[in-house]
């Protein structure tokens, strides 16, 4: 069905693998579109309620392919068209979204695993701002997301300066959730992913949309929309099976909804 990515569900979880793993899982064209159509699909399936990008062979993503580019790329409209429409229908998604980061996020590759709201690391993972050595700035809401994550100093720091650190330095930072090693990978992936998709994820879901506005909003804003978030938690099917739980004491089945 995809050129450039696998996708299957299990459990109630998304599988979004890049495998240009030749190329090591580089962007192009077909991959970004793959990727947002995989995206779209997930989302709309009532059964997917957690989603995992992750990379076949030794690299999660190392970047756009610059291969496909030349001296006569417009970059502006090549983000408008591929780049910025895959990272807005992450945003857009009111799902957990996690990158298992298998080998080297790199350029484009490490934005892709900003714009999720997880990241797990393998052990021998790294990350490189790379768009400083090819003389490019930061892009795919990388300029949004990291300074966010990381903190404005040090994400100048990795910005400018351009240099690889490995998943302990990622982990120290609050780049990544977790480091993994390898002889648990599969296994500690699948528990985090099968963890968070039989939580309350309608409650996750509304969690992920006003956190991301509370960057644009003042308190008095805010308090209002948690007021109108917690309206439609309370009224959830999860939120009346909490509670039934608790009183019964007992572990609750959560749907979701």
Known sequence: MYETIEFEVKNHVAWVTLNRPEKLNAFNEQMKIEIKESLKKAAADPD??????????????????LQSVNEDTDYGEHLRKYYNPMIQQMAAIEK????????TAAG?????????????????SSFIEAFIHV????????????????????????????EKISAAEAK??????????????NEDVTAFAEKLAHMPTKAIGLIKRYFNQSWDSNLQEVLGKEAYAQKIAGS???????????????????LGK
């Open 96 to 103: 957990p979204i996690i990158a298992a980061i298998n080998g």
């Open 108 to 124: 484009a590759g490490l934005s892709l695993a900003l714009a999720c709201d997880f990241r797990l690391a393998h052990e021998k």
């Open 172 to 185: 120290d930072i609050g780049l990544v959730t977790q480091v993994i090693p390898h002889d648990k990978w």
């Open 236 to 254: 959830s099917y999860d939120h009346r099976e909490g509670i039934a739980a608790f009183l019964e004491k007992r572990k609750p089945l959560f």
């Open 48 to 65: 997917v309620r957690c989603i995992v990008i992750t990379g076949n062979g030794r690299a999660f993503c190392s970047g756009q392919d």
């Open 135 to 162: 003389g490019l700035v930061p892009d795919s809401g990388n300029m949004y997301y990291l300074p966010r994550i990381v903190g404005h100093a040090k994400a100048l720091e990795l910005a400018i300066l351009g």
